[in-house]
């Protein structure tokens, strides 16, 4: 990053796992959705400047310990636009870089989105920061748009949620570092009211990997699901009884087979929002199978 031309644009997403432990491919897939949630959110920050700003994001390097992929901003032309400045490119690309840290910064600094009104001072501080680039004859700068803002930090919270406890992500660049909050969530009445266009129920059988048993009471379980961590209520009293009456034995990484309903909600763009599971019937439980140990004489 020697010239400042050149790098414009220029970030790292950086994903760091515990070695040796867990299913290898969550950090890809992690990795994956990250990088798609980014382009989404360069789009929808770029609107703030001009609609016309089309941008792209390209794969630079990519270095493994953490994964770690070092990506950069590409800005095309700004047609029928009156500018200020004869190189807008790198000006424009540093905006989108100042966007995302800003972006990121403000989730780490929130447990939950419970009302869209929340992300109100997130966007005027976005319109601030495209002011400052001054690159149009006319400063018409406008706010990124809430849905579209919601939609992308929807994104990157369910890229974040295949990880495991001990796993991190963080996004890097010139102007710092700025590290990814897992933990969190967007209410289900803003996901209902602003990102869904459509719920999609079904019941059926599934197999839940188990990852945290609620001994004591009656909330969710914790368990894995399609390589992602999930949480169900488990609606099965009876099985519930018995279970907290230690009759019957669940530990972690057993498996429960078990009836489930499903309640999938899609966003406008046909993508994915949120899954809600509970489970309905316990029909038997599945114990970790451990490998037998053959002795070699």
């Known amino acids: 990053m020697t ?3 050149q790098d414009y644009g220029v970030f790292e997403l950086v994903v760091g796992f515990k070695k040796d432990f867990g299913d290898p491919s969550r950090v890809f897939k992690s990795m994956t959705g990250l990088i798609e949630a980014v382009q989404s959110l360069d789009k929808h920050l770029s609107y703030s400047i001009s609609s016309n700003v089309k941008t792209t994001v390209v794969l630079h390097d990519i270095q493994t310990g953490s994964l770690k992929a070092k990506l950069r901003n590409i800005v095309e032309d700004l047609p ?5 400045q004869a190189e807008f490119r790198p000006l424009i690309g540093h905006f989108l870089v100042k966007a995302k840290h800003m972006v990121i910064d403000w989730c780490s600094n929130k447990n939950e989105i419970t009302n869209k009104t929340e992300i109100k001072q997130l966007q005027n501080d976005i319109k601030q920061l495209a002011e400052k680039t001054d690159i149009k004859q006319i400063p018409a700068y406008v706010e990124p748009d809430t849905e579209s803002l919601l939609i992308d930090i929807n994104s990157v919270r369910n890229s974040l ?3 495991e406890a001990d796993d991190y992500a963080t996004f890097e660049s010139k102007e710092g570092i700025s590290k990814f909050n897992k933990e969190m969530k967007i209410s289900a009445e803003i996901i209902q009211e602003y990102l ?9 059988e599934k197999i839940f990997k188990v990852k945290k048993p609620d001994y004591l009471g009656f909330s969710m ?3 894995k699901y399609q390589g992602k961590s999930i949480e169900a209520k488990i609606l099965d009293e009876k099985w519930l009884s018995s279970f907290h009456k230690r009759d019957v034995q669940v ?3 057993d498996s429960v087979r078990a009836i489930v309903r499903e309640e999938v909600s899609y966003g406008f763009n046909n993508e994915v929002i949120q899954s809600h599971y509970e489970i309905v019937e316990i029909l038997n439980i599945l114990p970790l199978s451990v490998p037998e140990q053959k002795l070699l004489f």
């Open 80 to 84: 029928d636009e009156a500018l200020k």
């Open 3 to 5: 010239n400042e031309k």
């Open 161 to 163: 949620a295949i990880l």
């Open 196 to 204: 869904t266009r459509e719920k999609i129920v079904s019941t059926g």
């Open 251 to 253: 530990l972690p990484g």
């Open 221 to 223: 379980w914790a368990f």
